[in-house]
């Protein structure tokens, strides 16, 4: 799990690379296109000026200034962000089933005894999973807010504080879920005492009048005799 997450927090990063590299690429274009209708207009000014010198009737062409070529991969940024976002959930789901798998550990260790159970190993398992899901948590969190264009370290923080919504939400839900399968549990296990208990108070009647009967008919033979 924890390597596969790790892959995730890979692709997350690689996003926020090309995500930057588009953004630059794009700024050095920007800049470019300018510089040129600057150099545009440096040029038509002066031989308009030269020409109005020398020959102020006739009409000469004012030449273009070509555009620099820029070598530059055209990257589509909606598409790179969809992708990051993909790549988070991915995440964020198998660490939700981490800490579900935990708490299922949990519960198992309080209800199930296991006498072969090496507690050292299940305690450094929990932990060092844990551990490695925080730090790659960490890792996504510098690549996107300190690594990358402040959109992305905004769209982080949107997600995060939603993903902490969510959680507490759903935490809520378990709660709740939890209590009524105790109280399912609780009903059940009443219901079957309750059975047990008529059950027995029958038997115990049935055995009482095959006893008194068994009597009655004792003392009815011996009344003949």
């Not at 507690?119 to 960490?138: G, I, N, T, Y």
């Not at 992305?152 to 939603?162: E, K, T």
């Amino acid at each position: 799990m924890c390597l596969l997450a790790a892959g995730l927090v890979k692709n997350i990063q690689s996003g926020c690379e090309l995500y930057k590299q588009a953004k630059e690429s794009f700024v050095q274009v920007k800049k470019t296109a300018e510089d040129v209708a600057g150099i545009y207009k440096e040029v038509t000014g002066f031989w308009s000026n030269f020409s109005n010198f020398f020959k102020p009737k006739e009409k000469h062409e004012q030449p273009t200034a070509k555009p620099k070529k820029q070598t530059y991969v055209s990257v589509d940024e909606t598409q790179v962000k969809i992708d990051i976002v993909q790549n988070l959930t991915e995440f964020f789901k198998l660490q939700e089933q981490l800490a579900a798998h935990i708490r299922e550990e949990e519960e198992k260790s309080k209800t199930v005894y296991d006498p072969n159970q090496n507690h050292m190993e299940a305690a450094l398992k929990r932990v060092m999973a844990q551990q490695q899901m925080a730090d790659l948590e960490v890792q996504i969190r510098e690549c996107m807010v300190y690594q990358s264009p402040p959109e992305m370290g905004a769209l982080y923080s949107s997600v995060h504080s939603m993903r902490e919504i969510i959680q507490e939400e759903q935490e809520q839900a378990r709660l709740v879920e939890e209590a009524k399968n105790r109280y399912k549990l609780w009903l059940r296990r009443e219901n079957q005492r309750n059975f047990q208990a008529k059950s027995a108070y029958l038997v115990g009647t049935l055995i009482v009048i095959v006893y008194l009967w068994g009597w009655f008919l004792l003392v009815r033979k011996l009344g003949r005799t």
